[in-house]
C-alpha cells in the first residue's frame, strides 16, 4: 500500500470510531443505508451491483471512502453478472450476499494495510477477510433467511421462487416487492438489498473501529 492509502484508511478508521461512538449516528448511518439501498433498487436492477454501490456511496457520505469514486464506477460491470443468484440463475448466493460481501472483505484487509504482495508473503491474511464477511452480512444472511441462495432468500420471504429467466415472472417478482412496500418503504419493509446494505455499513463501521488483525486470526485458528 502506499503512504496516501495508509492515510485514507487510517482517516476510515478514525471516522468509524466517531460513528460507532455515537448512536445518533449510528442510526443515521443505518438509515440511510436503507434509503439508498432502496433507491437503487430501481434504479440498477440488480441485487449485486445495487448493494455494491449502495453499501459505497452509503460510506462515503459518512465520511468513510472504501474506493475511490472512478475505480466504484470501474468495478460496477464485473457486479451486474453475479446478480440473481449468479448470473440469474436463481441457485447461487445471493447477489446482496456478493455485494456486500466484496465491501466487507476489501475494508477488514485495507484497513489492517494488506493487499496482493502483503497476503504474497503471509496467506494467513486472507483470514482475516473470512472472518468478516462470514461474522458479519453470511451470518445475518443465515440467520434471517436460513441460507444464502437466491433461492432460500426468496423462499424465506415469499414462500416461493421465481424463474428469473423469464421476463413475465421477474415482472410478477417486481410487482409483488412493491406491493409489500420494499420500494415506497424500504426501512419498515426492507427489500433484501435495502436490509442489505444497512446491515454492511453498520457493519463496516465496527470492523474499522475494531479491526481484525493477524495476531486475532492466528490465535483464534490457530494459524501457523
Given at each position: ?33 436503507y434509503e439508498i439501498g432502496g433507491a ?43 446478480a440473481g443468484g449468479t448470473g440469474n ?136
Open positions: 500500500m502506499t503512504d496516501q492509502e495508509k492515510k485514507k484508511w487510517k482517516k476510515n478508521m478514525d471516522v468509524a470510531v466517531s460513528i460507532a461512538g455515537d448512536r445518533k449516528k449510528r442510526e443515521e448511518l443505518v438509515k440511510k443505508g437503487y433498487v430501481t434504479t440498477y436492477w440488480g441485487c449485486a451491483q445495487s448493494t455494491f454501490l449502495a453499501t459505497v456511496d452509503t460510506l462515503r457520505e459518512f465520511g468513510i471512502e472504501i474506493l475511490k469514486k472512478e475505480d466504484e464506477e470501474a468495478m460496477f460491470p464485473a457486479f451486474v453478472g453475479l440463475m436463481g441457485i447461487g448466493t445471493c447477489g446482496a450476499l456478493v455485494g456486500t460481501g466484496f465491501c466487507l472483505s476489501l475494508s477488514a484487509l485495507r484497513c489492517q494495510g494488506v493487499d496482493q504482495k502483503v497476503q504474497e508473503q503471509n496467506i494467513n491474511h486472507r483470514w482475516i477477510a473470512f472472518g468478516a464477511v462470514y461474522s458479519n452480512s453470511a451470518s445475518r444472511f443465515l440467520k434471517e433467511y436460513s441460507g444464502l441462495s437466491c433461492r432460500a432468500v426468496t423462499w424465506s420471504r415469499f414462500g416461493k421462487h421465481w424463474d428469473s429467466w423469464d421476463p413475465h415472472a421477474k415482472a410478477d417478482f417486481g410487482r409483488e416487492e412493491k406491493e409489500r412496500g420494499c420500494i415506497l418503504d424500504t426501512a419498515g419493509y426492507p427489500c433484501t438489498i435495502a436490509r442489505a446494505v444497512a446491515w454492511a455499513v453498520e457493519d463496516i463501521v465496527d470492523l474499522l473501529a475494531k479491526p481484525i488483525t493477524l495476531q486475532d486470526v492466528v490465535k483464534d485458528h490457530n494459524l501457523v
